[in-house]
Nanobody, 120 residues
Framework: QEQLVESGGGLVQAGGSLRLSCAASGSIYHIRRMGWYRQAPGKQRELVATITSGGDLNYADSVKDRFTISRDSAKNTYYLQMNSLKPEDTAVYHC??????????????WGQGTLVTVSS
């Protein structure tokens, strides 16, 4: 069964840093795109950052120059390094992946989410 498992959330003071991880597992032979999204209480889910298999990066304006998305292709693991965190970054962060699998073709996967809380 293909799945994404996130880790790395927690409580941090404003100005601090956290690194989120997203590990993809299952019969996946290619990850087309991986992204991080977040949903704050009472708000819609929003894009944070994406990276394609070709290495193209995309960031929300609100996180540019503070967050960095990266990957370890050998481990099928993706990261979101978050620096200079602000209280408005508080949200549940989800990873998302567009993958190609051996048994079920193209799938879009979501992780269970990890909570990031930034205190002022």
């Amino acid at each position: 069964q293909e799945q994404l498992v996130e880790s790395g959330g927690g409580l941090v003071q404003a100005g601090g840093s956290l690194r989120l991880s997203c590990a993809a597992s299952g019969s996946i032979y290619h990850i087309r795109r991986m992204g991080w999204y977040r949903q704050a209480p009472g708000k819609q889910r929003e894009l944070v950052a994406t990276i394609t298999s070709g290495g193209d990066l995309n960031y929300a304006d609100s996180v540019k120059d503070r967050f960095t998305i990266s990957r370890d292709s050998a481990k099928n693991t993706y990261y979101l390094q978050m620096n200079s965190l602000k209280p408005e970054d508080t949200a549940v962060y989800h990873c998302n992946a567009a993958v190609e699998t051996y048994s079920r073709g193209y799938l879009e996967l979501w992780g269970q989410g990890t909570l990031v809380t930034v205190s002022s």
